[in-house]
C-alpha cells in the first residue's frame, strides 16, 4: 500500500520534507519503540524458557510417578512375602524331623498356624467366619444349599469353607448353607 498515493498529501515528495527525519524523540517517562521491542522480546525469552522448564519438570514428574506405580506393583506383595517366609521355615524344619511323635508335629502345626495367623493379621487378612444364626450377607457369604432349619430364612446354617478379606476388600467369601423359608 505504500505504492499508493495519500489523498491528504497532494505531493509524496513535499510530505517527506515536511516530515521529520528522525522520529520523535520520546519524553524521559516513556521508553521508545526499540527499547519496548527489546523489553517485550527478552520477557518473552524468560517465558520461554520459563515454559520449558515447567514443561520439563512435569515430564519428569509423570515419569518418575510411572516408575513408582511400577515399583508398588512389582513389589506390592513383599511385606506378606516377608512374613511368609518365617511359616514355610517351620514347615520346612518339620519334615527334617526323622523320628517325629504326634504330639511334637501337633505342637509344630500349632506354631506354624500361630505365624500364619500372625502374617495374615500384619497384612490385613481378615477371616470371615460368620455364626450360625447370622444374617446371611451376600457380599461376604456364598450360601450352596438351602437347608431346613429351625431360625430365621436367609441365615447362615453352616459354614463350610471360611472366607477372607484383604482391608475391605472381598478375596473369598465364605462358603456357607443358609435356612430355607418356612
Given at each position: 500500500m505504500q505504492d499508493q498515493?495519500?489523498?491528504a498529501v497532494p505531493n509524496p515528495e513535499a510530505a517527506e520534507a515536511a516530515a521529520p527525519a528522525s522520529?520523535?524523540?520520546s519524553t524521559?517517562?516513556?521508553?521508545s519503540l526499540e527499547e519496548?521491542?527489546?523489553?517485550?522480546?527478552?520477557r518473552l525469552a524468560e517465558m520461554q524458557d520459563a515454559f520449558m522448564r515447567a514443561k520439563a519438570d512435569g515430564e519428569n514428574i509423570r515419569r518418575r510417578a510411572q516408575e513408582d506405580v511400577a515399583k508398588a506393583h512389582k513389589f506390592a506383595v513383599e511385606s506378606f512375602a516377608e512374613a511368609m517366609v518365617p511359616v514355610k521355615d517351620?514347615?520346612?524344619m518339620a519334615l527334617k524331623v526323622e523320628s517325629p511323635t504326634l504330639e511334637s508335629l501337633k505342637e509344630g502345626v500349632e506354631m506354624t498356624l500361630k505365624q500364619l495367623n500372625s502374617a495374615f493379621e500384619k497384612n490385613r487378612l481378615l477371616e470371615i467366619l460368620p455364626a450360625q444364626g447370622e444374617k446371611l450377607d451376600?457380599?461376604?457369604?456364598?450360601?450352596?444349599a438351602v437347608v431346613p432349619a429351625d431360625q430365621e430364612a436367609n441365615t447362615v446354617v453352616s459354614v463350610l469353607q471360611k472366607g477372607y478379606m484383604i482391608a475391605d476388600r472381598?478375596?473369598?467369601?465364605a462358603i456357607v448353607t443358609a435356612a430355607q423359608a418356612k
Open positions: 498515493e495519500n489523498p522520529p520523535s524523540p524521559p517517562d516513556q521508553p519496548q521491542l527489546a523489553s517485550s522480546e527478552a517351620s514347615l520346612e451376600p457380599n461376604k457369604h456364598q450360601a450352596v472381598l478375596l473369598r467369601p
